[in-house]
T-cell receptor, first 116, second 110 residues
Framework: SQKIEQNSEALNIQEGKTATLTCNYT??????LQWYRQDPGRGPVFLLL?????KEKRKERLKVTFDTTLKQSLFHITASQPADSATYLC???????????????FGRGTQLTVWP | DSGVTQTPKHLITATGQRVTLRCSPR?????VYWYQQSLDQGLQFLIQ???????AKGNILERFSAQQFPDLHSELNLSSLELGDSALYFC?????????FGPGTRLTVL
């Protein structure tokens, strides 16, 4: 069955360190992968998108890598701050078998806490 | 603020009842998506509409239905509600690959 796993339900790190979150998937051939941030009781907010033919993408303190051979994406937050504390969701855009229509499949998320 | 609005913010109802959730997409966005988020299932795609037409269907129950109107707002109808339908329901809209999520409707079925 199709599965997206975000390793570690929770990650606690000290302010200033780099947070690394992992997203592994099986049985998908994603066209692209996205990372979203979600704060408690609020809707997810888009952060970054990386396509299947891209290895790495950066945006300010954020970096995402995408390895389609390993079927894995890593999401890094450098110089982390307490304000970065939130749940981070990995989402794959893929096509159902035999369909020309794609959709997003979300992981369960990793809850990041950055302590001072 | 994503520009996507959802009403109501909270909804408390009883089993067996029917409710309607409303979503207004960002100005100009033709695609509207509905998602359900519960503690045990995570964020699950329900259905997508594009310019009034159903585009893709996910894990949507037969008791649930949706539509998108000519002004592009969308409604999600949930009927014969069960306790397990209690969840956060999100609407999102997009023009390209990035989805913009609304604040959600928290549905509690008692």
């Amino acid at each position: 069955s199709q599965k997206i796993e975000q390793n570690s339900e929770a990650l606690n790190i000290q302010e200033g360190k780099t947070a690394t979150l992992t997203c592994n998937y099986t049985n998908y051939s994603p066209a692209y992968l996205q990372w979203y941030r979600q704060d408690p009781g609020r809707g997810p907010v888009f952060l970054l998108l990386i396509r299947e033919n891209e290895k790495e993408k950066r945006k300010e303190r954020l970096k995402v890598t995408f390895d389609t051979t390993l079927k894995q994406s890593l999401f890094h937050i450098t110089a982390s701050q307490p304000a970065d504390s939130a749940t981070y969701l990995c989402a794959l855009y893929a096509f159902d078998r035999g369909s020309t229509l794609g959709r997003l499949y979300f992981g369960r998320g990793t809850q990041l806490t950055v302590w001072p | 603020d994503s520009g996507v609005t959802q009403t109501p913010k909270h909804l408390i109802t009883a089993t067996g009842q029917r409710v309607t959730l409303r979503c207004s997409p960002r100005s100009g966005d033709l695609s509207v998506y509905w998602y359900q988020q519960s503690l045990d299932q995570g964020l699950q795609f329900l259905i997508q509409y594009y310019n009034g037409e159903e585009r893709a269907k996910g894990n949507i129950l037969e008791r649930f239905s949706a539509q998108q109107f000519p002004d592009l707002h969308s409604e999600l109808n949930l009927s014969s509600l069960e306790l397990g339908d209690s969840a956060l329901y999100f609407c999102a809209s997009s023009e390209g690959d990035e989805q913009f999520f609304g604040p959600g409707t928290r549905l509690t079925v008692l």
